[in-house]
């Protein structure tokens, strides 16, 4: 007997990408057909920050991302326990520690 399971998605990752991009601020944004998410590095004391990353997505697409996120954080938070946010909503200019000074 045959398996032929159509489900299967064989998927290639190569070194670079494996790698990943560090992120620490992510902009969204959409027009009646897409989302747009741009990741971004922001580092601390430098008011520029150059996008990283962007990913283009269908709507239909950025409401299964979202599902999917909502899903592992909830079973994240079942072993690791809440994820606590800051009450700043502002983007972190000096990370919360002291001025760099030269």
Do not use: C
């Amino acid at each position: 007997m045959e398996n032929n399971n159509t489900n299967e998605l064989n998927v290639e990752l190569s070194e670079e990408i494996a790698d990943g991009i560090y992120s620490n601020l992510a902009i969204i944004t959409h027009s009646n057909s897409e989302f747009v998410i741009d990741f971004l590095k922001v580092m601390p004391g430098i008011p520029k920050a150059k996008v990283k990353s962007r990913i283009v997505l269908t709507p239909q697409h950025a409401k299964r991302l979202i599902m999917a996120l909502n899903d592992n954080i909830s079973k994240f938070e079942a072993v690791n326990g809440i994820i606590k946010l800051t009450d700043n909503n502002s983007i972190p200019m000096n990370f919360g520690g002291p001025t760099a000074q030269a």
